[in-house]
């Protein structure tokens, strides 16, 4: 999961592969709610883990149920419609899906029950109007105080006396939660009648409310439908346990993968993995949206396959009603249009983690597109031609914490495909805050690379060299993490290779047979870095190849030009979406030499030998000072003097004396040169 304050994207140019979606927020958050209200326990497979469901997990637990985790399947032992707590704060994050539905069945629960509860969020929930369900509650007799301002967030729930008999009414057009807030909780309090509830005006999101009822009947309880004005709930409904049941996965999170197929899957289909053709799930209708735009799809139950079809797409007009928070997506697939695309019937995008019709106008206009904005649609024009140059331009796409928005505008990395942009220098795109798609779809970006090309001189690399202990690792890594970006430690290639020569008993100096070992890294040998480890055949050598004799052994066979050779390509193949840092010693002169940012790091004999000092001190060595910068000028001499690569800073390297600096201090003096660069330093070409 990307945890980066921004994350640039390099161009990109086709799509293929499989990729397999995490679970439904809208179906796990509703499953988690009904098996907390069951007897006896649920076992849920396939759960999304998010902050949405991590913070109704959290609510459960605290409320009283018996929760035991392991990875995506979950043991949820349910309160059986009886509180088991009678005082609780809730902090429910920016989770609508927790918030509305806990409201109601906690008001009905602590007026029938007892008992005072306390619900509230981050402050953009405090923002999202929660009033028509309040204003449904309190004629039933519930005590709800909105404890903020009225209408909205954090709330109180103190008790009352239920007063059932009059049709329950909700407004059903501002968000169709409020409606599946009352379904869910209302069984609750059917014991001695039916239930009914009026839905006021029309009522959007209608396959949402599908999802509720379809789980509701998981769960025992038979809702009478009749159109979409009057739901009655049967006397004497109770929850039931389903005993296991699976999460499909999230089909609003597929249509970015839906469209990336349609916008970039030229020579081969993007493949979807998780939902298909018989989701219960409404927004798998965005398949008939795409298709209108030109996608190619084909179907199984479980799964979906998307290719290029009319390109460029074509220009729809669409009521979206059925496809709020999909459409979204739509709406950055018209940057790929030709012609106006009007979206129209999605007002509850005003209502949503923030403002979306207004927030996706902001950021559409700032890639250059032309966009209409009404009360209840969007219309967007894609960047034009001028000549052989385009309209597109380099954005920074501010997310709002809203997870949609930076999904959405990824597809945007796609602009060198764009009609618009034939001839023209690709853009650059960068997503401000991409942390926050852990709301429903933590790995993303992640899946994303695993199914995006590009070329691989589009993928900016940030070099990091320098001399022996300068403490290049150590700020290349935090860079890495930093910018979200691929992570090489070249050295550490050298110390495998080291490692493993004194392990089988090499020869350290038959340079022909430390190549052959250096080639099987590449071949046979298994590497995997993920920032503090490093795994050799499944093995950590983490701890292993930081010994000192290890480091020595990769100095000397370093310089010899077969193993040197032997280790370049491997380095080069760690290349990879969105980006690398790699630390070295010749990353920017032999290895990288077109790198986006090329930092030579250098300190003081004195300042290395008295870093290296502490860690082989905190390691139980015995060596002194002088011995360790004896050691250090003996390896600068023979690294700056050897015949191949020898080492000295790249001619357009940005040199950085660190002596005095800390690591958060260099890491942030980089991150300085790189911010100050873009979007110029990722499209060079």
């Not at 499953?31 to 849920?44: I, M, P, R, W």
């Not at 004497?236 to 197929?261: K, L, M, N, T």
Request: hydrophobic share 45%; aromatic share 6%.
């Amino acid at each position: 999961m990307y945890t980066t304050a921004f994350l640039d994207l390099p161009p990109l140019l086709t799509a293929g592969g499989t990729v397999r979606l995490p679970g439904s927020k809208s179906i796990s958050n509703r499953v988690l709610l009904l098996a907390g209200l069951s007897e006896g326990t649920t076992v849920v497979h396939d759960l999304l883990a998010s902050d949405d469901t991590r913070v109704m997990l959290e609510a459960l637990r605290a409320l009283g149920c018996e929760l035991d985790q392991q990875g995506d399947t979950v043991h949820i032992t349910g309160l059986g419609g009886k509180l088991a707590v009678l005082h609780a704060e809730l902090f429910l994050g920016n989770a609508g899906t927790a918030m509305r539905p806990l409201t109601a069945a906690l008001a009905l629960l602590s007026a029938t029950q007892g008992g005072v509860f306390t619900l509230s969020g981050i402050p953009r929930m405090h923002e999202r109007p929660i009033g028509d369900l309040v204003d449904a509650l309190r004629p039933l007799g519930c005590i709800v105080e909105c404890t903020g301002q009225e209408g909205y967030p954090p709330l109180r729930l103190a008790g009352g006396q239920l007063k059932l008999s009059a049709p329950i009414q909700v407004r059903g057009d501002v968000s169709s939660q409020f409606l599946t807030a009352l379904l869910l909780s209302l069984p609750l309090v059917s014991q001695d009648q039916a239930l009914t509830i009026e839905v006021v005006g029309e009522l959007i999101s209608k396959p949402y409310i599908e999802i509720t009822l379809n789980l509701l009947a998981r769960f025992g309880i038979q809702v009478r439908r009749e159109g979409w004005q009057r739901f009655i709930i049967p006397q004497g409904s109770r929850y039931q346990s389903p005993g296991h049941i699976h999460i499909e996965a999230d089909a609003s999170s597929a249509s970015y993968f839906i469209a990336a197929g349609a916008i970039a899957g030229i020579d081969e289909p993007v493949r979807i993995e998780g939902v298909g053709n018989a989701s219960i799930q409404g927004d798998i209708r965005f398949i008939e949206a795409a298709q209108a735009m030109g996608a190619k799809v084909t179907s199984g139950p479980n799964w979906l396959e998307v290719q290029r079809g009319a390109w460029p797409l074509n220009a729809i007009d669409l009521d979206c009603n059925h496809i709020p928070d999909a459409a979204m997506t739509l709406a950055v697939m018209a940057l790929y249009a030709d012609g106006t695309t009007r979206l129209r019937n999605i007002a509850s995008w005003r209502v949503k983690e923030t403002d979306r019709i207004a927030a996706m106008a902001k950021e559409l206009r700032k890639l250059g597109a032309t966009v209409v904005e009404g009360e209840d649609f969007i219309e967007v024009t894609p960047p034009a031609s001028q000549g052989e140059q385009t309209a597109w331009q380099h954005a920074s796409i501010h997310t709002y914490d809203d997870h949609r928005m930076a999904m959405c505008f990824s597809l945007a990395a796609f602009n060198p495909l764009a009609p618009s942009a034939v001839k023209a220098k690709p853009i650059s795109v960068r997503i401000d805050d991409p942390r926050c798609v852990a709301k429903t779809f933590p790995d993303y970006f992640e899946a994303l690379f695993q199914v995006a090309r590009t070329h691989p001189d589009w993928i900016p690399v940030i070099t990091v060299d320098g001399p022996t202990a300068s403490g290049k690792g150590t700020l290349a890594s935090a860079l890495a993490t930093r910018l979200g970006y691929q992570f090489l430690d070249s050295g550490s290639l050298y110390r495998i290779t080291g490692l493993l020569a004194l392990e089988q008993g090499t020869d350290l100096d038959d340079a022909h047979a430390l190549e052959q070992l250096a080639r099987q890294l590449g071949e046979g040998i298994a590497l995997r870095f993920d920032r503090d480890h490093i795994w050799v055949d499944g093995r950590d050598v983490s701890e292993a190849v930081r010994r000192e004799e290890i480091g020595q052994a990769a100095s000397r066979l370093s310089a010899y030009p077969g193993v040197r050779q032997a280790l370049l390509e491997l380095q080069k193949a760690f290349r990879g979406l969105p980006g690398l840092v790699a630390d070295g010693r010749d990353m920017g002169t032999v290895v990288f030499p077109d790198a986006a940012l090329k930092v030579f790091l250098t300190a003081s004999v004195a300042q290395r030998a008295e870093r290296r000092h502490k860690q082989l001190i905190s390691k139980g060595f015995s060596v002194t000072l002088d011995e360790i910068c004896a050691d250090l000028e003996a390896r600068d001499l023979r690294d700056t003097s050897r015949a191949v690569a020898p080492l000295a800073p790249a001619a357009d390297a940005r040199k950085l004396d660190n002596s005095a600096l800390s690591i958060d201090e260099s890491v942030d003096a980089v991150l300085g040169w790189w911010v100050q660069g873009w979007p110029h330093v990722i499209v060079r070409h």
